[in-house]
């Protein structure tokens, strides 16, 4: 069965610091490209951050600098590091683990930055 256990969402205030992650069991993690998405009320679902299986990394231009993903294979773990947090980075944050052939969410976690 596959799982995934997100954590590290709350509330923050503008310019601090929060630290995601998400424990995956049930694949081998290893062979996922490993993402962080967000998601806003009557809005799509965006990617935030995403790291291939070979460490290669991407970003959404709104992130880029403040924002850092981070994966150990060993525990099978993804991490999200966001700094100087803003207002409009309010959302649930949810992790993904993606190969060519299937797709996994996580169940999401809150991420609210307060002005």
């Known amino acids: 069965q596959v799982q995934f256990v997100e954590s590290g969402g709350g509330l923050v205030q503008s310019g601090g610091s929060l630290s995601l992650s998400c424990a995956a069991s049930?694949?081998?993690?290893?062979?996922?490209?490993m993402g962080w998405y967000r998601q806003t009320p009557g809005k799509q679902r965006e990617l935030v951050a995403r790291?291939?299986?070979?460490?290669?990394?991407s970003y959404a231009d709104s992130v880029k600098g403040r924002f850092t993903i981070s994966r150990d294979n060993a525990k099978n773990t993804v991490y999200l590091q966001m700094n100087n947090l803003k207002p409009e980075d309010t959302a649930v944050y949810y992790c993904h683990a993606g190969s060519l052939r299937i797709n996994y969410w996580g169940q999401g976690t809150q991420v609210t930055v307060s002005s």
């Open positions: 790291m291939s299986t070979g460490g290669s990394t």
């Open positions: 049930g694949i081998i993690f290893s062979t996922y490209a």
